[in-house]
């Protein structure tokens, strides 16, 4: 009796990519939802309601131990790849955990889970064996272009909703209600705005180059440096094939930079949020919306707390007060070297070309991780076999 229940749940759950599908479709929709009162919140200027937190850790931890489990029982036909990326992840914040709950007068695991080590060892390390074990029970891609394109029409209806903006006015479409900066992402997350709208983009050139550029509107208008630099790279990489072509681009924009002291005050004058920000924080202030702040903090501590220990595993920041919103960097001060290599090999092995690598690069310089997003992205690169080389 016992082995047929197991058996039953292993087929019709764990190994069900029609299990999976609906999970994910609930998780999708779930933080869309929450981050859609976010705005709300915004508006309101009130903090987000704690039962919404607790749904979403909820979540998190169904799907994370579904995944989990369903990896136990495809162990043998997981990737080792994905397994060992996982286990490194996992094993250097243990380590990272128990050093510090030993030394620490003031740990609190509750603490952990729910802003510190723990938790964004789930947020990393959930895409790694969720996809892990997606790519094997997904294998004919059905669920997959599911999925995508649900994806896709959600963000067709937002460019509609951005669109209807310039007509209404509304601010809750803005990407910062309540503010003066300027910027539209329908009713997403801006962070999202612009992340799927460039899968789509790049997806859609090669086949409707018109509807593609439809998928263009997000980036344009979104107010933020990830959809000017989503924009920069789809030019870089996708439109642009000669590799001497790229080679000049790429010179002439370093040059620019390195001028932007002489050209940035005209720039910046139209926007009193940016004027603002040059006169209180200066050129690199603008170019970095503020994050070079956050990276000389990040730098005095971890220059301070310099060890082997904390160079090969991190460990040398606890909590998000230290998010520093430059995924490599954030990486590197929670897991360390080895922590930073194995990421960076996961999604080496994730993308099938350069073209793939926009909406990562976009979203790993403005600080945009989220679980959902490398997900989807991993679906993305699951659903194009063919492997461009430029």
Known sequence: ?????????????????????????????????????????????VEEFLWLKVITYVLYALVYIIALISGFFLRKKVEPFFLYCWLIIVSISIF??????????????????????????????????FLGVWKEIDCNLLYTNKILKIIENMVLINILLILSYFVFGLPFFESYPNSSRFGVSGFMYRGYSVFFSVI????????????????????????????????????????????????????????????????????????????????????????????????????????????????????????????????????LSWFGLVGLTTMFLFHVKLLLSWEKTVPLFSAFAAGFFGPLAIIILGLWCFSSKKINKY
């Open 1 to 45: 009796m016992l082995k047929r229940l197991i058996h039953s749940a292993r087929v019709n759950v764990f190994e069900s990519a029609r299990f999976f599908y609906t999970g994910l479709i609930i998780f999708i929709v779930h933080l869309f939802l929450r981050r859609f009162m976010f705005k709300f919140f915004d508006i309101w200027g």
């Open 96 to 129: 990272n955990e128990i050093v510090y709950a030993k030394n620490s007068h003031s740990y609190s695991f509750l603490f952990s889970l729910t802003e510190g080590q723990i938790y964004y060892t789930l947020v990393f390390s959930l895409p790694i064996i």
């Open 200 to 331: 789509f983009l790049i997806q859609n050139w090669n086949l409707n180059k018109i509807k593609s550029l439809i998928f263009l509107i997000p980036l344009l208008v979104s107010g933020t440096k990830m959809g000017i630099l989503a924009i920069a790279l789809f030019i870089f990489f996708v439109i642009i094939k000669s590799f001497t072509f790229r080679t000049v681009l790429g010179l002439v924009c370093g040059l620019a930079i390195i001028k932007s002291p002489s050209w940035m005050p005209g720039f910046v004058s139209k926007s009193s949020f940016w004027s603002n920000v040059l006169d209180s924080h200066g050129i690199w202030g603008v170019l970095f919306s503020l994050r070079d702040q956050k990276i000389l903090e990040f730098w005095e501590i971890f220059s301070e707390n310099i060890s082997l220990k904390t160079f090969l595993f991190g460990g040398t920041t606890r909590y998000s007060q230290l998010w520093v919103e430059v995924v490599p960097i954030d990486i």
